[in-house]
Structures are given as C-alpha cells and as structure tokens.
C-alpha cells in the first residue's frame, strides 16, 4: 500500500512543473491504477509553488475501503518528473527513506494527458487533467 501512495506521489510531482512548461503541470489532475493488489482512486493538486496535495480513495470490487491524503514537493526535468512525499495523513515522513521518493519517465504530455512509468514499479500511470474542485466519483469504478 505505501508503494501504491509513493508511485502515485511520484506522478504527481512529474505533472507539476517543467523548467520552460511549469504552468501546463501546475492544477488538478485524476488518475486510477492497481498497485500491490490495491485499487484506487486519486486526485492530485500540483501548485506552482512545486508543491502537492493528493487525495486517495482505495477500493475493494468498487467498495469504498479507506482514504488517505499526502502532501511533498515535484520537480521537472526534461522528461524526468521527481517527488518528495513529506506527510502522509498529516504524519511527517523520513526524507531518508526512498519509499518516499519517486522518478517517473514522461513518455507522453500533450495537453490535459500526461503519460508517465515509475521507474521502480515499471508501471505506467495515465494522468488526466481536471477541474479543480473535482472530487473522486462515487461507486470507485470508473474503468
């Protein structure tokens, strides 16, 4: 579950900003995925200040199961993205420990999608962007 919340950190931080392309990174975006058998939901708010704020909902066959909140700092670099998760549910975090730490490979940003692979996971997590007062659907199905 902590890699599920880091990977997901790890894509928010490569959505937040880009040396010469911070601004099309900075807002809302919504991705879902599966990771360590864990389905969830997240909602991730990339600030010009290079930091984030990310909002999960894990589910069980669409069931509602629990929620969570992190908040770290991004970076861009070329087509590197960066992330630093700080607090998980308000609890400060080790910056020592590199399960809080991710880099994500942007294979793909072009407009309101970004597609990006955790480097250590080797999953690919698809990025959309979205309004910012969205919140996570009800039912936890949307695929």
Same mark, same amino acid.
């Given at each position: 579950m902590r890699r599920a919340t880091r $990977? *997901?950190? &790890?894509? $928010?931080m490569l959505l937040a900003s880009a040396a010469g392309a911070q601004a099309p990174f900075v807002g809302a975006w919504f991705t879902e995925g599966t990771e360590n058998h864990h389905h969830f939901l *997240?909602?991730?708010?990339n600030k010009p200040d290079h930091t984030f704020e990310k909002h999960f909902r894990y589910f069980d066959t669409c069931v509602d199961? /629990? /929620?969570s909140a992190e908040t770290g700092a991004w970076k861009? @670099?070329? &087509? /590197?993205y960066f992330e630093q998760t700080l607090t998980v549910n308000g609890h400060s975090t $080790? +910056? &020592?420990? %590199?399960?809080? /730490?991710? @880099?994500?490979d942007i294979g793909r940003m072009d407009g #309101?999608?970004? *597609? +990006?692979t955790d480097e250590v996971t080797h999953l690919t997590w698809r990025l959309q962007r979205? &309004?910012?007062d969205f919140k *996570? %659907?009800? #039912?936890?199905?949307t695929s």
């Amino acid at each position: 579950m902590r890699r599920a919340t880091r $990977s *997901v950190l &790890a894509l $928010s931080m490569l959505l937040a900003s880009a040396a010469g392309a911070q601004a099309p990174f900075v807002g809302a975006w919504f991705t879902e995925g599966t990771e360590n058998h864990h389905h969830f939901l *997240v909602v991730i708010a990339n600030k010009p200040d290079h930091t984030f704020e990310k909002h999960f909902r894990y589910f069980d066959t669409c069931v509602d199961q /629990r /929620r969570s909140a992190e908040t770290g700092a991004w970076k861009l @670099t070329g &087509a /590197r993205y960066f992330e630093q998760t700080l607090t998980v549910n308000g609890h400060s975090t $080790s +910056m &020592a420990d %590199p399960y809080y /730490r991710g @880099t994500f490979d942007i294979g793909r940003m072009d407009g #309101g999608l970004v *597609v +990006m692979t955790d480097e250590v996971t080797h999953l690919t997590w698809r990025l959309q962007r979205v &309004a910012d007062d969205f919140k *996570v %659907p009800d #039912g936890g199905c949307t695929s």
